[in-house]
Nanobody, 123 residues
């Protein structure tokens, strides 16, 4: 079992930045590809970004490409999501997820999830 805990959310003005963290614990010696998803009120949970264990390859949704950066520190078993140039439409609960398989932009492909952290962007 792997536990994921997100932190770093908050209220920020449009154009601002935040850094989200996702700390893994438990059976965290596994080599997991990691992803970030987000869910706005009344909407589906959408893929934001992913990073592989091997090589640290990164993948992004078109809506965040060029503004968000995903990274990981394998020694600390932590994944980060740096959000820049935030827009009101980025307001959502952001979830961290882990998979022992290869990354995917489908939430069904992830076995472990954090509890989420709220990001609110004011205009």
């Amino acid at each position: 079992q792997v536990q994921l805990v997100e932190s770093g959310g908050g209220l920020v003005q449009a154009g601002g930045s935040l850094r989200l963290s996702c700390a893994a614990s438990g059976r965290s010696t596994g080599r997991y590809d990691m992803g970030w998803f987000r869910q706005a009120p009344g909407k589906e949970r959408d893929f934001v970004a992913a990073i592989t264990w091997f090589g640290g390859s990164t993948y992004y949704a078109d809506s965040v490409k060029g503004r968000f950066t995903i990274s990981r520190d394998n020694a600390k078993i932590t994944v980060y999501l740096h959000l820049r140039n935030l827009k009101p439409e980025d307001t959502a609960v952001y979830y961290c997820a882990a998979t022992i398989s290869s990354w995917t932009n489908d939430q069904k492909g992830y076995e472990y999830w954090g509890q989420g952290t709220q990001v609110t962007v004011s205009s």
